[in-house]
């Protein structure tokens, strides 16, 4: 490979490498899991959750190939294998088991949110440490897309436990109001 002439050393870019493929290890196990349930669940919430998880493996697909394609920007090479994306992720598999849909949705959240605390050390990292900002960037975008799913799979829960009064004048809490 050529020499890379980006402002970053060598030392510099092999470790924001290092945190990029951790990062890509956790999304594709969430792709995984994510896909897996999307053919798995089954009850009364099954479109929505079916068409939900849809848009988000879909979306992380995206972002998976962003990520490796970032880590080649930087003369790094991605994991590509399942032993590597198992060795390096933070999140884990829950083989063998066939979890409620609300199950479902709350293992996503809590893998969402596993990755956007992981990723938010991340660009505090990339950026102090490495001091690649186009990288810290990068990175921040992804916590975004994490966090705005988790919120979706939230909603879903927090609408799940929504019981009705059958009062129509209800006050609904509001950040104002909060």
Known sequence: MATINIGLSEEQRQGVVELLNKALADAYLLLIKTKKYHWDVVGPQFRTLHELWEEHY???????DS?????????????????????HASIREHAGDLPTANDMVARLVSDHEQIIRNLRKAVD?????????GTAD???GLMEQH???????RS???????ESTGDRNVELKTPAKA
Not at 70 to 81: N, S
Not at 147 to 153: D, G, K, N, P, T
Request: net charge negative; aromatic share 12%.
């Open 58 to 64: 879909e979306a992380l697909t995206i972002s998976i």
């Open 67 to 87: 990520i490796a394609e970032r880590t080649r920007a930087l003369g790094g090479y991605p994991i590509g294998t399942a032993e590597g994306f198992l060795k």
């Open 125 to 133: 990292q990339v950026s102090e440490q490495f001091h690649d900002e």
């Open 138 to 140: 990068f990175l921040t």
């Open 147 to 153: 966090e705005e799913m988790a919120w979706m799979l």
């Open 156 to 162: 879903f829960l927090e609408g799940e436990a929504f």
